[in-house]
Every structure is written in C-alpha cells, then in structure tokens.
C-alpha cells in the first residue's frame, strides 16, 4: 500500500480526502433542522362589469403575485426584518456551529450575510400547480419554525400593502380625472344656457323648422291668391276692387315670406340657420363631455372593486411544520457522493500519468 502511495501519490491524497470527509460529514456537521410551508395567493372573489378602461387597471396574475412574494421573502429588507426580530446574526453565527455550516462572523457586511441567508431559505415557486414552497434552514427547531412563519406574516403584509397602495393611486387618479370631466361637464351646460338666454331661444333648430312650416304655408296660400287673380283678370279689369284687394295679399304675403326667409338664413347678422348651427355645435360638446364623465364614473366604480381584489390573502396549504429531527445534512449521502468524487478524480490523474509515461516510454 506504501509501495503505491509512493509510486501514485494521488491515491494517498484521495485516501486523505475521503477519510476527512467521512470523519466530517459523520461527526463534526452540525445538524440543521428545516421547517416548511406550502402557500397560494388568493384574492377576494368579486365581479365587476367591464368598462371602457377596465383593461388598464386590472392586476397582474397569480403566479407573477407569487413570484412578487418569492423575491420579498428572499430579500435584504425582509432579511433586515427577521434579524431585527430573533437576531439572526447570532443565531446563524453561533460557535458551536461547525465552521463550514456557520457564518463566518457575526459582524460579517450585509452583503455576505444576505449571500449566507439566501443558503438557508428556500423558496421554490412550483409552475404547475400555482403554489410557492418555502424551506427554512436553521440549527435549532423553534427558531425554524418561528422564522417560517414570520416570513409568511410578513409576505401577506407586503402584498396586501403593495396592493392597497397601488390601487389608492388609481382611485385617486380616477377620482381627479371625474372632477375635472364634471367641470368640462358643467362649462358646457352653462356655455348652452349662456346662448339660449342671448339669443333668447330654447331650441334653434325647432325655431327653424316652425319658420319654415310658415313659409311653407304662406308659399301655398301665395300660389292659391295668384291663381285666383289670374281667375279674376278673365273677366275683370285690373283697377277694380278685387284685383286691388288680391293685389295686396298678395303683396303682403311675399312680404311676410321675405321676412321670415331673412330671419332663417342671410349672409350677415344672426340668421336663424348660423344660430342653430352653433347651437348644434355646442350641443355636441356638451354631449361629449356627458358621455366622457358617464365612462369616468363607471371606471371609478371598476377601480374600486379592482381595488378591492388587489388585496392579496397567503392561503397556508401547509403551515410551517416545527421538525422533530434534522433532515440535514444527509451524511450517508454525502459521504457517498465526496467518495465518488475523489475516487473518480484519481482515476482521472492516473489515466493522465499513463498516458506521460507511455509517451516519455
């Protein structure tokens, strides 16, 4: 056996590893106990109508909220919260720990520490079934389990916050889009009334149509005198009574035609027509603005029942179990695998050294 270790070194060192190994892993490392925890996220179940904007305020789905939760609970402020609240330092620190499972120091930066927290919290987020699986590591039961449940308290904490606050924003940006359209709403209505009272008409559309029902009517009445006059120039002359009388009918008439065809269109003043036309064009402002604050309070309402299901509630499938034994480290199974290692790396040496000496050969 002294007679290989000379003439291949390597198999010593191998020899040396594996014994330091088993002699580690067998009775030096520290046990280190894991508490777990199943969750979903839920939302409160409620149906609103869909509305012209509902597509920009609705929220993002359960796995992207699950995702949300993974990184918060795995990160440097919730790190910060939990040593805060069980000094994590001292715990993870601890000298009777072994020196390759510990940190390093207990005044170690925040950086290496976080590094060092991430190794003893798992959180896996397991696609198929929608459901986030948290394993905390520690070197005691109580403080595992205490751990995994303050991330799941603290987890609800963030996402239902994170959720209100974004969801008071879009109330409030609702609400102010709402109060300016009602102002639009209003300078409208009073704009109408401001024209009606200066021009003293309620509608100038329905001014027009009567007006032009009158000429209308004085156009059939004129047609009717001037067929009459003509009847009556057969066998009368044109000074006598009742030519002269058709003469001035029919004179008034087209007078009183003119009259109410220059109220309804001319080329300059207020004619009926160019009234009723900016009326109308009034009227389609005020109608637009109606409808853009109809639409502005029914996305408000939308807002608030999106506001309501923003609320993220961590449903505990599983809730954090306190271990009765350590399940790691798994000492047959990595002693096993650090002596296929080596041995594997030893024959890879060898193989190299034969393959030199057959070419020095």
């Not at 959180?123 to 389990?145: C, K």
């Not at 609800?156 to 940006?173: C, D, I, P, T, Y």
């Not at 003119?258 to 207020?270: F, L, P, V, W």
């Amino acid at each position: 056996m002294s007679f290989l270790f000379k003439r291949h070194p390597y198999w010593f060192i191998c020899t040396l590893f594996v014994i330091s190994t088993t002699f580690y892993w067998s009775l030096i490392a520290t046990d280190r106990y894991i508490s777990e925890a199943n969750v979903v996220l839920e939302s409160p179940d409620i149906s609103a109508s869909s509305f012209n904007f509902s597509s920009i305020l609705s929220g993002g789905g359960g796995s992207k909220d699950l995702l949300l939760l993974r990184d918060h609970l795995l990160s440097v402020d919730m790190l910060k919260k939990l040593n805060a609240e069980f000094d994590l330092r001292s715990h993870y620190a601890n000298t009777e720990v072994d020196f390759f499972s510990r940190l390093d120091d207990k005044d170690a930066p925040l950086e290496i520490f976080h590094n060092y927290y991430l190794s003893r919290i798992e959180a896996v987020m397991d696609d198929y079934s929608g459901v986030l699986r948290i394993r905390v590591h520690a070197f005691d039961p109580q403080t595992a389990h205490k751990i995994a449940t303050a991330l799941l308290l603290e987890g609800e904490k963030h996402m239902n916050n994170m959720g209100q606050r974004l969801a008071s924003e879009q109330v409030g940006f609702i609400e102010t889009q709402v109060e300016i359209l009602a102002n639009r709403l209003n300078d409208s209505r009073e704009a109408i009334l401001e024209y009606q009272n200066k021009h003293g008409l309620i509608s100038p559309a329905g001014t027009v149509e009567s007006l032009t029902t009158v000429v209308a009517s004085l156009e059939s009445e004129l047609s009717q005198l001037k067929t009459q006059k003509t009847v009556l120039n057969t066998y009368q002359s044109s000074s006598s009574p009742d030519m002269l009388r058709l003469d001035s009918e029919i004179d008034a008439i087209q007078q009183q035609i003119t009259a109410e065809q220059s109220r309804m269109a001319t080329t300059s003043g207020g004619a009926l027509n160019r009234i009723s036309a900016e009326y109308e064009t009034l009227q389609l402002k005020t109608k637009f603005s109606l409808d853009l604050y109809s639409n502005a309070l029914a996305a408000l309402e939308n807002t608030r029942v999106e506001a309501i299901r923003k609320l993220k509630q961590v449903s505990i499938l599983q809730t954090p179990t306190i271990p009765e034994y350590s399940i790691e480290p798994r000492r047959s199974h990595n002693i096993a695998v650090f002596t296929i290692l080596a041995i594997l790396a030893s024959i890879i040496t060898h193989l190299i050294s034969a393959i030199i000496r057959d070419h020095r050969d």
